[in-house]
């Protein structure tokens, strides 16, 4: 996942998409006003009614340290979904063969945080139009998709990629999948909260996560857990 090489070359990626001011804060308000559009609601949760959502938007280590800051999100957990294989490794995922994705498997509470909350911070924090890669991180297990659970998510999904399309929000027409959700395969135990227990020892942490993560953090700063 990480060579060297491509670690340096996804670091200025990020740290250029940072730098470009008034495009990127064009975009980050477009969506946000897709996204805020009235669409059809969800029925109400009950007290203590939790949901679940299967999402696709490259590397699991910077999107799990993404996720897990949102209030209302019980548990973002990396692994893999999508493939044709039982048990994948992380190994085996790497090479492409086994046709399954690098996702998060996110339990929440619906009481605190939406469906659609999660999308928008889906689309905000990865580049959807990219097909099959993210930076530097090229192959199918770093697609953008939406693994849908009800017909409703399907619904929100797909509603919400052509509004976006349509918006202008990105300069390339959107590439995310939209699939049923089959089956989830939790990583290798070292990939869980990876960025948490290694930011000080992997500079793809420090170079890739790091400026991604506080990005997200000024976007999202009213939608973070508190605690």
């Not at 308000?29 to 203590?48: C, N």
């Not at 990396?78 to 063969?97: D, Q, R």
Request: net charge negative; hydrophobic share 30%; charged share 25%.
């Amino acid at each position: 996942m990480k060579w060297i090489f491509g670690l340096l070359i996804s670091g200025l990626a990020v740290l250029g998409s940072c730098a470009q001011g008034t495009n990127h804060e064009n975009k980050t308000a477009t969506i946000k006003k897709v996204m805020e559009t009235p669409h059809m609601t969800m029925q109400q949760p009950t007290s203590g009614q939790t949901d679940t959502a299967t999402l696709a938007n490259g590397c699991f280590w910077c999107t799990e340290a993404i996720f897990e800051q949102l209030d209302g999100v019980i548990s973002a957990v990396s692994g893999y979904t999508g493939g044709e294989v039982e048990n994948p490794t992380y190994k085996a995922v790497c090479s492409g063969e086994t046709g399954h994705a690098e996702c998060l498997q996110i339990v929440y509470d619906p009481s605190k945080i939406s469906f659609d909350e999660l999308l928008e911070v889906f689309w905000q924090t990865h580049d959807p139009t990219t097909l099959n890669r993210q930076g530097a991180d090229e192959g199918t297990q770093y697609r953008s998709g939406i693994f849908y659970h009800n017909a409703e998510q399907k619904a929100k999904a797909e509603k919400y990629k052509a509004e976006l399309d349509k918006s202008g929000a990105f300069d390339r027409p959107i590439v995310t999948e939209i699939t049923p959700f089959t089956k989830f395969y939790p990583a290798e135990d070292y990939h869980q909260a990876y960025f948490d227990n290694n930011e000080n020892s992997n500079p793809y942490c420090k170079i890739v996560i790091r400026p991604k993560l506080d990005k997200f953090q000024k976007v999202f700063k009213n939608k973070l857990n508190k605690d």
